[in-house]
């Protein structure tokens, strides 16, 4: 399984993923950098995500909805702040209504995924940031761990011609 380490820190507010990649660095970008690849990993394997908007550069805009086992939808954003590829992006993701409007009573994150070369392969380490101690653990009770894990456990699957949930 790609992700080898997962912490938060209530103090620092963050969370943060280290994931190894058996794929080079320019492939795992690309896993963010085109839309329908990401739709195939962004999400829980019981709850795949479909991109509608994707612009993946500084000031653009990611809109998604990930759709569940009973076709109950549950819709998100990014806001991009910064993006170099193929080594880091930084952006806002938070939860929305159906119009894409930002959901004010579920709390955003500030991310950034940092992916470096290693080994013939690629790490990369994700850390959300939370504005509060309580938004931090508003989305661990909700399970963010065990969906971010299952998410990133689909990339190398991806990148390999392998299946993955949306296949």
């Known amino acids: 399984m790609p992700v080898t380490d997962v912490t938060h820190d209530l103090d620092a507010l963050t969370l943060t993923l280290t994931a ?11 896993v963010y950098a085109d839309p329908r690849k990401l739709e ?9 995500a ?24 549950h819709y998100g954003y990014w806001e ?3 993006v170099d590829a193929p080594r ?18 579920l709390p955003e994150s500030t991310n950034e995924f940092v992916f ?14 939370y504005a509060s101690r309580e938004g931090l653990e508003q989305v661990l009770a909700m399970g963010v ?6 998410a990133i456990n689909q990339i190398d699957a991806l990148l390999a011609g392998g299946a993955t949930s949306t296949d």
């Open 20 to 30: 190894r990649f058996a794929a080079p660095i320019d492939q795992v970008w690309d």
């Open 40 to 48: 195939k990993v962004w999400g829980p394997e019981t709850y795949p």
């Open 50 to 73: 479909t991109v509608v908007d994707h612009e993946l550069a500084p000031g653009g805009r990611v809109t998604y909805f990930m759709t569940g086992p009973e076709g109950d939808k």
């Open 80 to 82: 991009v702040d910064a």
């Open 88 to 105: 880091s992006f930084t952006f806002r993701d938070g939860f929305a209504d159906e119009t894409f409007a930002k959901n004010p009573e």
């Open 116 to 129: 470096s070369e290693v080994d013939g392969g690629t790490e990369a380490v994700y850390t959300s940031t």
């Open 145 to 150: 761990v065990e969906g971010a894990t299952s």
